[in-house]
C-alpha cells in the first residue's frame, strides 16, 4: 500500500530565482545543495507527435519530430511533477557521414556553433535561435534550469572539414574512440600543452549557450581530455556566470582511457579540475547483492565534501540513457527503488525522459531496414532498452501509472524534506541482515527513516535499530508495501522482494 499525506501539499516551494521577471541563473547553488531534481530529455523525440502510434516519426506523412517549440507544452507537466532542472542533450547540428541511425547521433557533432536544424519547427516565423530562445525562456518563466550537454567528438563531417581538430593514428586517420564508430577523437591536447583549436571550439560553444540563456553544461565523457583542459574553459565561463554549473560525465569506477590514443583524466582530477560534481557510481547497483555496497558507495560520495577546495556533488546516476530502462533489469520495483533512493538520499536526483511511466524503450522498428532516411544509414539503429538517440522516434513513455504517481509524490515529498537533505545528519541504521539496507536522514527534530531490500527475488526479514526510538513518536508512513513493527529502539521488517520503505518521524531526532 502506498501512502500520500497531507504532508505533500505543504511542501517548501524552493526559492525563486526571478527578480523583476529577469531570470538569475542559482544552478550552482542549488545542485552543490543536493536540491536539484534533474530531468534528461532528448528534444528530437520530447515532443514527437507519432499520429499513427506506429513508434517513428514520419515527416512525409506530416508528423512532427520533437523540436525546441513543442517541447515547450510539456513544461508544465514537468513542473507539476517537481522538475526543477533540465539537462537537453545535444542540440548542435549532427553528422550525416558514416553516421548511425536514420537522423545521426545526437553525439556526432558536425558543429559546436550551429544548432541542429532537426530541432526547427516550420510552424512559426520564428529563427532557429529564437525557438531555442524561447524553449530556454520558456523553461527559466516556470523555475525550470537547463544544462546543455556537450559532446566529447566529432562527427566524420567535422573531420572532413576540419582535420586539423582530431587525433590520428600511425596511418594517418582519424580515430574511432571505443566502438563509437560514428564519431572521431578530438585532440584537446596533452596535460602540460592542451590544444588551442578545439579549446578555441569548445570555448565557442560556452559562449553559443550561455548566450542562448542556459545555466550550466554536462561534459560528455569528460575523462578524454586533459584536467588543464577543463581547468581554463571552467574559470572562463565563471567570469561570465559564476553559478554557471558543470556536469562531469565520469566515474570513480572508470579508470581506463576510452581508446588507445585517449587521454584519461580521473573524476577527482575533474572535481580539482573545477566539476561540481559527476556520476559515481549508483548505476551499478544492478549488479550489487548486498546493502553493504550501495551504503559503501553512499559514505563514498559524500565523502567527497571533505576532499576539496570547493563544495562538490553527485547525481542519483541509478539509470542514464547509457544505461538499460529500469524494467527490462528488475521490473517496477527497481524503478520505484530507484525513485526514493533519489527522494531521500544526499544528492542530487536524476532521471531520464520515459522512467517516470515505465518505458523499457523497445522499438519494434529498431535495427530494420528503413524505408526513408535522412544519412548514409539505411537501418534504423538503436541500443536496445535504451532511449534511442539516433532516429525521429516517438516520444518516451510506458504505461505505468502507479509509478507515474509515485515519481510526483516523490519529488514533492523531495522539496519538503530539501531542508533535511541540505543540512541534516545522514546516519547508516544498523541491520541484521546483509541484503536490506537502513539509513536515517534527521534534522530540526524531523527524522527520515528509508529501509529497503536489495533482493529482487525473494522476500527479507530483518531487525533494523533505531538508537532512542520509542512507539510514543508520530510516525507517518510516506511510502511502504508490508507494515513495519516497531518497538523499543528497533523496527522488525518483512519484505517483499525489492520493497522500499519510507517513514518521517516528528519531534525526534538522531546525531
Request: charged share 20%.
Amino acid at each position: 500500500m502506498r501512502y500520500l499525506t497531507v504532508l505533500l501539499t505543504l511542501f517548501l516551494t524552493a526559492s525563486s530565482a526571478f527578480a523583476a521577471d529577469v531570470w538569475v541563473n542559482d544552478l550552482r547553488s542549488l545542485f552543490l545543495s543536493n536540491n536539484a531534481i534533474i530531468y534528461e530529455i532528448n528534444l528530437r523525440t520530447f515532443g514527437a507527435q507519432d499520429v499513427n502510434k506506429d513508434g517513428i516519426i514520419e515527416l512525409s506523412e506530416g508528423e512532427e519530430s520533437g523540436n525546441f517549440l513543442n517541447a515547450i507544452s510539456r513544461l508544465d507537466e514537468l513542473q507539476s511533477a517537481g522538475i526543477n532542472t533540465l539537462h537537453v542533450m545535444p542540440v548542435m547540428a549532427v553528422g550525416k557521414t558514416k553516421a548511425l541511425g536514420t537522423a545521426g547521433s545526437l553525439y556526432a557533432a558536425a558543429s559546436f556553433n550551429e544548432l541542429n536544424p532537426q530541432l526547427k519547427s516550420n510552424r512559426t516565423a520564428l529563427s532557429l535561435e529564437e525557438q531555442a530562445l524561447k524553449f530556454i525562456n520558456e523553461a527559466h518563466k516556470r523555475k525550470i534550469r537547463v544544462i546543455i550537454d556537450l559532446p566529447a567528438c566529432g562527427s566524420y563531417d567535422l573531420y572532413l572539414k576540419r582535420p586539423e581538430l582530431f587525433v590520428k593514428d600511425s596511418s594517418g586517420q582519424p580515430v574511432i574512440p571505443s566502438d563509437w564508430t560514428d564519431v572521431r577523437l578530438l585532440n584537446a591536447g596533452s596535460a602540460g600543452n592542451i590544444n588551442m583549436d578545439v579549446f578555441n571550439l569548445y570555448k565557442g560553444f560556452v559562449d553559443y549557450v550561455i548566450q542562448l540563456g542556459a545555466d550550466g553544461i554536462r561534459a560528455d565523457v569528460a575523462s578524454c581530455k586533459p584536467e588543464k583542459f577543463w581547468r581554463e574553459l571552467i574559470s572562463y565561463s565563471r567570469k561570465k556566470d559564476p553559478q554557471f554549473l558543470w556536469l562531469a560525465e565520469a566515474s570513480d569506477s572508470w579508470t581506463e582511457p576510452v581508446c588507445e590514443n585517449a587521454v584519461f583524466t580521473s573524476y577527482d582530477k575533474l572535481l580539482e579540475a573545477g566539476f561540481d560534481g559527476f556520476y559515481g557510481s549508483y548505476f551499478m547497483m544492478k549488479d550489487w547483492r548486498s546493502a553493504s555496497e550501495l551504503m559503501n558507495h553512499i559514505k563514498f560520495t559524500r565523502s567527497l565534501k571533505d576532499k576539496f577546495s570547493e563544495p562538490k556533488s553527485v547525481i542519483g546516476s541509478f539509470t542514464t540513457h547509457d544505461e538499460l530502462s529500469p524494467v527490462l533489469i528488475n521490473g517496477g520495483l527497481y524503478s520505484d527503488m530507484i525513485l526514493w533512493l533519489n527522494s531521500t538520499l544526499p544528492l542530487n536526483p536524476y532521471y531520464v525522459d520515459g522512467f517516470p511511466s515505465g518505458d523499457n524503450y523497445i522499438y519494434l522498428w529498431a535495427n530494420k531496414k528503413a524505408d526513408k532516411t535522412f544519412t548514409d544509414d539505411e537501418y534504423y539503429f538503436v541500443h536496445r532498452g535504451k532511449l534511442d538517440i539516433f532516429n525521429f522516434s516517438r516520444q518516451p513513455g510506458g504505461k505505468d501509472n502507479n509509478l507515474k504517481n509515485d515519481f510526483v509524490t516523490a519529488n514533492r515529498f523531495r522539496q519538503f524534506i530539501a531542508p533535511i537533505i541540505a543540512n541534516g545528519n545522514f546516519i547508516e541504521l544498523k541491520s541484521n541482515n546483509p541484503e536490506v539496507f537502513a539509513y536515517a536522514l534527521s534534522y530540526n527534530k524531523t527524522t527520515i527513516l528509508v529501509f529497503g531490500n536489495i533482493n529482487f527475488r525473494g522476500y527479507n526479514e530483518a531487525v533494523v535499530k533505531v538508537p532512542h526510538y520509542n512507539d510514543s513518536y508520530l510516525l507517518i508512513p510516506i511510502q511502504m508495501d508490508t507494515t513495519p513493527v516497531n518497538e523499543k529502539d528497533k523496527f522488525k521488517l518483512n519484505l517483499m522482494p525489492g520493497e522500499i520503505q519510507v517513514l518521517l518521524v516528528n519531534d525526534f531526532e538522531l546525531k
